[in-house]
C-alpha cells in the first residue's frame, strides 16, 4: 500500500472532478494536499484529469524530489504549491486552474467578484487579487510572490492567468472552488447583457455574508460527488 491512501483517493476525486467540470486546460494545471513533515501529493506532469489515479499522485517534498510515485511534476506547479504550503497556514489542500468565468475575471480591468448574487456573498472577504503578472511560475521568486497575494484569504483571482483556491481540507477548497466558478458565471453571465449590475449595498452584504456557510452541507457536497464518481469513475480511487 501506497503511503497516504485515503488522502490519494480524496486527492484524485477532486481532479476527476475538475475534469468533469471543465476546468482543466489541455493537460495543464495542477492540485496538491500537504500530507505532513514537508511533503505533498500532486498530480503527475502529462496525464490528463480524467486518467488520474489515487496510485499515480506524486508524493514530493519541499525540495522537489519524488518520494513516491512514478513521473515528474510540472516546475510551475512544485515553485506554485512549495510555496503556499509552506508560507499559508490554512492551505492544506491547493487548488490551481484556469476555469472559463473566474479566469474572465482577471481578463478585465479592476475585475472583482462583486455583490450582485446570493452566492457571492460566501467569498465576502476571503478574495485575493493578484493584478501583477510576471508569465509563469518557474521559480522560487515567483512561487514565493504568488503565495504571498494569499494573505487571509482563501481564493486568489490572478490577472492575466486563472484562480488558486486554499482550503484546510479537500472538501472544503473543491466546495469553494465550485461555487467561486458558479458565483463568476452569473457575474460574467448579468457583464454580458450590457445592463449595470445590481450590486447589494455593502451593510447587507456584510450582515448576510455569515450565513451563506454551512460546514456539514460543504461535507455533503463533497461526499456526494464522490458517490458519483464511486458509480461512475471507480478507478479514480485505484
Not at 506532469?45 to 480524467?50: A, K, P, T
Not at 516546475?75 to 506554485?80: E, G, V
Request: glycine letters at 10%.
Amino acid at each position: 500500500m501506497m503511503q497516504f491512501w485515503d488522502e490519494r483517493v480524496e486527492l484524485a476525486a477532486v481532479l476527476r472532478l475538475a475534469a468533469r467540470g471543465g476546468w482543466q486546460r489541455g493537460v495543464d494545471n495542477h492540485f496538491s494536499l500537504a500530507v505532513g513533515d514537508g511533503l505533498f501529493l500532486v498530480n503527475a506532469r502529462g496525464l490528463h484529469w480524467s486518467e488520474v489515479t489515487a496510485s499515480n499522485l506524486l508524493l514530493l517534498d519541499h525540495d522537489g524530489s519524488v518520494i513516491e510515485g512514478d513521473g515528474t511534476v510540472e516546475a510551475s506547479a512544485f515553485y506554485i504549491h512549495s510555496h503556499i504550503h509552506r508560507t499559508v497556514p490554512s492551505a492544506t489542500c491547493v487548488l490551481h486552474a484556469h476555469p472559463t468565468y473566474a479566469t474572465a475575471l482577471g481578463c478585465v480591468t479592476g475585475g472583482r467578484l462583486e455583490n450582485c448574487h446570493q452566492d457571492a456573498l460566501r467569498f465576502y472577504g476571503r478574495v485575493a487579487y493578484d493584478d501583477g503578472f510576471n508569465g509563469s511560475a518557474f521559480g522560487d521568486d515567483e512561487g514565493s510572490r504568488i503565495a504571498n497575494t494569499i494573505g487571509n484569504g482563501s481564493i486568489v483571482v490572478m490577472a492575466h492567468h486563472g484562480i488558486t483556491v486554499v482550503g484546510p481540507s479537500v472538501a472544503k477548497a473543491y466546495d469553494d472552488f465550485y461555487n467561486f466558478e458558479v458565483a463568476c458565471e452569473y457575474q460574467i453571465t448579468a457583464m454580458s447583457t450590457g445592463q449595470p449590475l445590481a450590486i447589494m449595498p455593502e451593510a447587507q452584504a456584510a450582515k448576510l455574508a455569515p450565513t451563506m456557510f454551512d460546514d456539514e452541507q460543504t461535507n455533503m457536497h463533497f461526499a456526494a460527488m464522490l458517490r458519483m464518481l464511486d458509480r461512475e469513475e471507480p478507478e479514480y480511487a485505484h
